[in-house]
T-cell receptor, first 115, second 113 residues
Framework: GAVVSQHPSWVICKSGTSVKIECRSL??????MFWYRQFPKQSLMLMAT?????????EQGVEKDKFLINHASLTLSTLTVTSAHPEDSSFYIC???????????FGPGTRLTVT | SQQGEEDPQALSIQEGENATMNCSYK?????LQWYRQNSGRGLVHLIL?????REKHSGRLRVTLDTSKKSSSLLITASRAADTASYFC?????????????FGQGTILTVHP
């Protein structure tokens, strides 16, 4: 399977600032990546599908102007949380779609805390 | 939206015992996957079962799928403390296509040494 990394693993920021989270596919060219958020003791909620070279597709209820996604290369997708607020504090996880497989390969996640 | 519901929400057992987790889903699917998540970490794929399969094994894992009842179960035999984690079932959001997954609510498994 693919090896996926995320950076940073955790970040604390002040309310009103923007934070960028990187998701890298280390050994696999990923045309499609996914971004999820997860609140404590809850399941994963899909935020958006990131497609290399095109605009991301956002799930209903996810503000695209607040959660900016850029998938500029086959190995890197970034999620920028703009004007972060305490309610944006969460665990953000990316995944890479396997090639010709239903499996997804997940990054280790990024813990965002907005103070 | 969450398609899957899992039960129990939490399960606490002793090492050596078996652990069974159940997942139900709503729409027709062509496959169902199980993932594991250690606390504060990403998910790891455990096993995939296709809609034309009734049972699948991988090491100490046994997965069943009943498409008529729209349900699946994950059995972990001879559990170990290292099996302590959250377990999620996942189905294709579109029912059959590659891509988006819909995750169940998850079962938190605690295995006591």
């Amino acid at each position: 399977g693919a090896v996926v990394s995320q950076h940073p693993s955790w970040v604390i920021c002040k309310s009103g600032t923007s934070v960028k989270i990187e998701c890298r596919s280390l050994d696999f060219q990923a045309t499609t990546m996914f971004w999820y958020r997860q609140f404590p003791k809850q399941s994963l909620m899909l935020m958006a599908t990131s497609n290399e070279g095109s605009k991301a597709t956002y799930e209903q209820g996810v503000e695209k102007d607040k959660f900016l996604i850029n998938h500029a290369s086959l190995t890197l997708s970034t999620l920028t949380v703009t004007s972060a607020h305490p309610e944006d504090s969460s665990f953000y996880i990316c995944s890479v779609q396997g090639k010709f497989t239903y499996e997804q390969y997940f990054g280790p996640g990024t813990r965002l805390t907005v103070t | 939206s969450q398609q899957g519901e899992e039960d129990p929400q939490a399960l606490s057992i002793q090492e050596g015992e078996n652990a069974t987790m159940n997942c139900s889903y709503k729409t027709s699917i062509n496959n169902l996957q199980w993932y594991r998540q250690n606390s504060g970490r990403g998910l790891v794929h455990l096993i995939l079962i296709r809609s034309n399969e009734r049972e699948k094994h991988s090491g100490r894992l046994r997965v069943t799928l009943d498409t008529s009842k729209k349900s699946s179960s994950l059995l972990i035999t001879a559990s170990r403390a290292a099996d302590t984690a959250s377990y999620f079932c996942a189905t294709p959001a579109g029912g059959t296509s590659y891509g988006k997954l819909t995750f169940g609510q998850g079962t938190i498994l605690t295995v006591h040494p």
